[in-house]
T-cell receptor
Framework: DAGVIQSPRHEVTEMGQEVTLRCKPISGHNSLFWYRQTMMRGLELLIYFNNNVPIDDSGMPEDRFSAKMPNASFSTLKIQPSEPRDSAVYFC??????????????????FGEGSWLTVV | DAKTTQPNSMESNEEEPVHLPCNHSTISGTDYIHWYRQLPSQGPEYVIHGLTSNVNNRMASLAIAEDRKSSTLILHRATLRDAAVYYCIPIYNQGGKLIFGQGTELSVKP
């Protein structure tokens, strides 16, 4: 299996520009997660989807961030406009089942290698 | 969500066993305990999980206290490739989330 695939791996952009991060989950997985990692805040859960539907976006920092999952094999995280404080590593992850249902919390979450974003 | 307490850092010698502790004193009865690790410049990866009894897999063993308020991840023979940040994560069934704390940074000396 190819694992969770993220693109781009690295991006440097100027403040104010739109940034789009992409994710292809593992085939057959129906839960998808976006995380952000910084030195100051560690790993933060931004949003997660089940069967392409956003379930909880309470971790999304502000309206500049949006995430979509138009189908089971693709998701995007968009930042518009970007700011220097958005510089971080953004991870996408997927899981076989709705992770947070009772009894399903024994499932494994698989992470991609991350998208390293620098906003200057 | 319940809090977890892990040492900030630990050191081990190569080929020696490592015991990574985690306190999760407010865990509820049906919550699994997961361990993930993050190697340098990589995404987190699953290590092991358990509910009540001890668990073993090819990567590690998980020892869960009888009262479930703590657990210990055991690497039987540490290698240089095991140098990583190890996260202990109790999962909560009622809208629970995979929340990462600060973890334990394990360094392995040759």
């Amino acid at each position: 299996d190819a694992g969770v695939i993220q693109s781009p791996r690295h991006e440097v952009t100027e403040m104010g520009q739109e940034v789009t991060l992409r994710c292809k989950p593992i085939s057959g997985h129906n839960s998808l997660f976006w995380y952000r990692q910084t030195m100051m805040r560690g790993l933060e859960l931004l949003i997660y989807f089940n069967n392409n539907v956003p379930i909880d976006d309470s971790g999304m920092p502000e309206d500049r961030f949006s995430a979509k999952m138009p189908n089971a094999s693709f998701s995007t995280l968009k930042i518009q406009p970007s700011e220097p404080r958005d510089s971080a590593v953004y991870f996408c992850a997927s899981s076989l089942a709705f992770f947070f249902m009772e009894g399903a919390s024994g499932n494994t979450i698989y992470f991609g290698e991350g998208s390293w974003l620098t906003v200057v | 969500d319940a809090k977890t307490t892990q040492p900030n850092s630990m050191e081990s010698n190569e080929e020696e066993p490592v015991h990574l502790p985690c306190n999760h004193s407010t865990i509820s009865g049906t919550d699994y305990i997961h361990w993930y690790r993050q190697l340098p410049s990589q995404g987190p990866e699953y290590v092991i999980h358990g509910l009540t009894s001890n668990v073993n897999n090819r990567m590690a063993s998980l020892a869960i206290a009888e009262d479930r308020k703590s657990s210990t991840l055991i690497l039987h023979r540490a290698t240089l490739r095991d140098a990583a940040v190890y996260y202990c994560i109790p999962i909560y069934n009622q809208g629970g989330k995979l929340i990462f704390g600060q973890g334990t940074e394990l360094s392995v000396k040759p």
